[in-house]
Every structure is written in structure tokens, then in C-alpha cells.
């Protein structure tokens, strides 16, 4: 058993560096490859003591979902206007039904009934705090699994805040 415990250790190293390789590359995939879409946001307070500064982010389309009366996880259903905000239309359990103009995004329904759609913190250096406190549109890039990435912080004008 000795003569296998050096083996056995990377053996396992080279499946956590192989699994975490492919988490990034599809990650990369959506970042290039998605469609980005505008979530409105409702405002929070965007401050801790414990983190630092960021901003604890909620959407809008995830207001008036209660999390006992839908599926623990499913699909947001969404359309994008003119501006490329996106509108809720439906939620669903799978992939399909989905027309050419939808998008999917991945949510989950927690405690305190609570929905999550997307990232819901964003960390800014020190000091931004005023800067991104005119956010109005979180940016994700999602794709047609219905999985996003939150790539920044959008003002009323829908201009990246940097």
C-alpha cells in the first residue's frame, strides 16, 4: 500500500487540476460566447465592514417570486427590449419550451424565500463605493444552458461603470 500512496496522490491532483481547468474554460466560453443582458437593479446597501466594499446586488425580475411556490431550480425565462434590458416572461423547470427572442438564466430558490438569478455580489476596489452606487444594470453574459456570469455594473445610460 506505500508503494501506491504517491500514485494515488496525483492521480487525484491531476482530476482536481483537469475538473477545475474545464470549470474555467467554461466560464471563458460563456464570457466570449454569451449574449449579454441587462438586469434592472432594486437597491441594496452596498457596504461591509467584514468584506470590504461591494454591493450586495438584487434584480428586479426577481421580485415577486416566492421561493414555496416554484421549483427549487430552474429557468428564468426572459426577452430583451430595445435596450437590451431584460423582461421576465416566465419561469420554467427546463430548457424548452424557448422561442429564437428568448434567453434562459439558471435560478435557484433559497431560505427566507429568497430567489437567486445570477451573481448577487459585486466587490469594487476601496474607496469606489460612490462611483458604483449609480448602478442601475447588472451585465451578465449568459449562454444557451442558461448559464451566466456577472461582468460588471451598468449605469441609467447602460455604460459600463469602470
Known amino acids: ?30 464570457l466570449s460566447d454569451g449574449q449579454l443582458v441587462l438586469l434592472e437593479l432594486t ?3 452596498p457596504r461591509s465592514l467584514m468584506q470590504g466594499d461591494y454591493m450586495r446586488l438584487n434584480y428586479a425580475i426577481s421580485d415577486g417570486l416566492h421561493s414555496d411556490s416554484i421549483s427549487k431550480r430552474g429557468f428564468c425565462v426572459v426577452t430583451l427590449d430595445d435596450n ?19 434567453y434562459l438564466i439558471k435560478y435557484q430558490a433559497g431560505d427566507w424565500n429568497r430567489v437567486s438569478i445570477g451573481a448577487e455580489s459585486f466587490f469594487f476596489q476601496e474607496g469606489k463605493a460612490l462611483k458604483f452606487e449609480a448602478a442601475k444594470y447588472g451585465g451578465l453574459k449568459v ?5 451566466s456570469i456577472l461582468i460588471g455594473l451598468y449605469d441609467k445610460d447602460r455604460k459600463l461603470i469602470k
Open 43 to 45: 437597491p441594496v446597501d
Open 143 to 147: 449562454d444557451q444552458d442558461g448559464n
Open 1 to 30: 500500500m506505500k508503494n501506491y500512496k504517491p500514485l494515488i496522490i496525483l492521480i487525484n491532483l491531476i482530476l482536481v487540476l483537469v475538473l477545475f481547468n474545464r470549470s474555467v474554460f467554461k466560464k471563458e466560453t460563456v
Open 84 to 102: 437590451g434590458v431584460a423582461q421576465r416572461e416566465r419561469l420554467q423547470d427546463g430548457k424548452t419550451p424557448r422561442n429564437d427572442k428568448e
